[in-house]
Structures are given as structure tokens and as C-alpha cells.
């Protein structure tokens, strides 16, 4: 921890404000968890989902494919105890007008860890 260096009394607020409000979530995820026979704390759940990466793919047309995760059966589990329920890819066609020098070289926010060969990668196109 760090100290938090705030001198406005409603930025002060904000703060603790928002202290509580995340210690109110994490409390109640770890009942609800309980409640279904499951005993973590809230550092385990971070372990958990430390490696649960989503991956982005651009390819040469400048469409994009956003893939999720399945996620191993710990990862799983605690997703249906919540109800959560992701997409399992969305495609996004940026227009070639959207796109400028700017834009066009700056680099994808995180790279594909997928080797498999049936993974969609930048490199390769799609089947």
C-alpha cells in the first residue's frame, strides 16, 4: 500500500467511498461462494483468474475477433455460481475511413498466447 495523498474533502469521500463499496463486493461474493459449498477468499479468486486472458485479432482487412476464454473447471465453476455467461467471439469490421496514420501502427493491447493451429492469429487468416 501506498499512501493516498488527497487534500479535497469530497475526493476524500470518493475514496473511502469506494473502499467500501469493493469490500461490500468482495464480502458478499465470498458468502455467496460459501453458500454453494465453495471456501475461497478473495485472493484466491484473484489466483484463480490471473491467467483468464481474452485475445484480440486483427487481420490484413482490418476486421477484428475478440475471443474469450473457456477457462479451466475452478475458473468455470465460480463463473456459474455467479451466472456469468460470456460470448464466445464477437466480430468488429472497422471501416478503412476510421483508420489513420495514428491509428493504423499502434500496436494490439495484448498478444494471442494461442499455438494451436485451428487458433485464428494476425498472421494467419481465417479458415
Known amino acids: 500500500m501506498r499512501p493516498i495523498y488527497l487534500q479535497n474533502d469530497d475526493r476524500i469521500l470518493s475514496s473511502i467511498f469506494v473502499t467500501m ?3 461490500l463486493v ?3 461474493a ?3 461462494l460459501r453458500r454453494n459449498d465453495i471456501v475461497v ?3 484466491d479468486i484473484q489466483e484463480i483468474f490471473s491467467g483468464y486472458n481474452g485475445s484480440l485479432h486483427v487481420f490484413e482487412d482490418y476486421s477484428q475477433v475478440v475471443t ?4 479451466n473447471k475452478w475458473q468455470r465453476r465460480l463463473l456459474r455460481v455467479f451466472d456469468v455467461r460470456l460470448p464466445a467471439a464477437a466480430a468488429v469490421l472497422i471501416p478503412d475511413a476510421f483508420l489513420s496514420e495514428a491509428t493504423a501502427s499502434t500496436p494490439q493491447p495484448w498478444r494471442s498466447k494461442c499455438r494451436a493451429p485451428n487458433c485464428l492469429t494476425a498472421d494467419a487468416p481465417s479458415p
Open 21 to 23: 463499496v469493493g469490500l
Open 26 to 28: 468482495s464480502t458478499l
Open 30 to 32: 465470498e458468502r455467496e
Open 41 to 43: 477468499t478473495l485472493k
Open 68 to 71: 474469450m476464454p473457456t477457462g
